[in-house]
């Protein structure tokens, strides 16, 4: 079908359900930062990567968007300025690190699985994977519009759970989050590498979700909007969780990919810990199909331009998806849902 087959069907609060997850997601995965960094740099760095890095650049998106509310979004505006050559370069490098980033979701799904099943295996961990890729890929195909409200229930069934133990951890402070400021000893610099890598991942992205712009309803308002509420939303989710926990939990060099159930469960026991594992597991849900939304809109697009196999373009008469290229993508990010969440954060940096 034509680019005609897409629906408009995004209003403000999915779309702003999608740009949370294309960015954050909540806080969850941060924690390596805290290890690498040490508790009082990692807190600075909360505070100041969104101001001088994603306020300007959700501020560049918003208005590119509210000037060129074309599908494709940032593929579109570099064609336009640069020629279908660079269009068409920043499309498809961008389509094939989505392998990686977005293979990052059911990454994290797995690890923060192993709270309950700590022996899991490394092929079980990857069927997991898979299974929750195929099963979101579904909801995908059967719509933007549910693929939106969907992202809006999974977005408060994330940031609940870290909300609570935030509260209860404020409640139980024992001592100064920050301190001590960095951390010290053997492996400085890896550190460093792993905790920049860490940082800068949990505030990318405010691009991606431009490729939806022929899908939201009013999307030279919308999108600005959408950034505007995003980027303090997302810094302070994961700026108070963060410092909630340090001020319960002293052993900071423990802190590692899936540890705020840990600290959820030295604040409240087994039922916080489990919650807090559970609003991990609804981020990471809602992470995956709203990356999926987004990057498979990109060989679309290059498709719709005759850059890319013109199959690649159907959409689907019923749900006016474009299948062909939301299956494809899945395809590509279950062969790299083999790696680490740590493999795969620094390889999409790289």
């Known amino acids: 079908m034509s680019r005609a087959g897409l629906r408009r069907e995004l209003g403000l609060v999915s779309l702003l359900a999608i740009v949370f997850f294309n960015v954050s997601g909540g806080p969850y995965g941060i924690e390596d930062a805290v290890s690498s960094f040490g508790p009082g740099l990692t807190l600075i760095l909360l505070v100041l990567t969104p101001l001088v890095w994603s306020l300007p650049v959700s501020l560049a998106m918003a208005e590119l968007a509210a000037a060129l509310p074309e599908e494709g979004g940032y593929v579109t505006w570099v064609r336009r300025d640069f020629g279908p050559f660079w269009g068409f370069q920043v499309g498809w490098w961008s389509w094939v690190n989505s392998f990686v980033d977005v293979a990052v979701y059911p990454a994290l799904f797995a690890d923060y699985a192993k709270y309950w099943f700590p022996d899991m295996s490394s092929a079980t961990r990857w069927t997991i994977a898979v299974v929750f890729i195929w099963a979101l890929t579904g909801l995908n195909v059967a719509g933007v519009r549910l693929t939106g409200r969907t992202a809006v229930a999974l977005s408060v069934g994330a940031l609940l759970p870290v909300a609570v133990l935030t509260l209860l951890a404020g409640l139980h402070a024992e001592h100064a989050p920050w301190r001590p400021f960095a951390a010290d000893g053997e492996g400085l610099l890896t550190g460093i590498g792993l905790g920049l890598a860490v940082m800068m991942w949990n505030y990318s992205g405010w691009d991606n979700p431009s490729t939806l712009l022929r899908g939201t309803e009013r999307p030279r308002s919308d999108y600005r909007r959408a950034m505007l509420t995003a980027v303090p939303l997302i810094a302070l989710a994961y700026l108070l969780p963060v410092a909630a926990g340090l001020s319960v939990s002293p052993d900071w060099e423990k802190w590692d990919t ?47 331009l005759g850059q890319l196999p013109a199959w690649l373009s159907s959409v689907s008469a019923r749900t006016g998806t474009p299948w062909a290229a939301v299956v494809l993508s899945s395809l590509c990010y279950s062969a790299f849902a083999v790696f680490s969440f740590k493999e795969l954060i620094v390889l999409n940096i790289w």
């Open 258 to 304: 899936g540890h705020f159930p840990q600290v959820a469960e030295a604040v409240g026991g087994w039922a916080l810990g489990s919650f807090v594992t559970v609003g991990a597991l609804f981020a990471t849900a809602g992470l995956f199909p709203a990356g999926l939304l987004a990057n498979s809109r990109l060989p679309y697009a290059l498709a719709s």
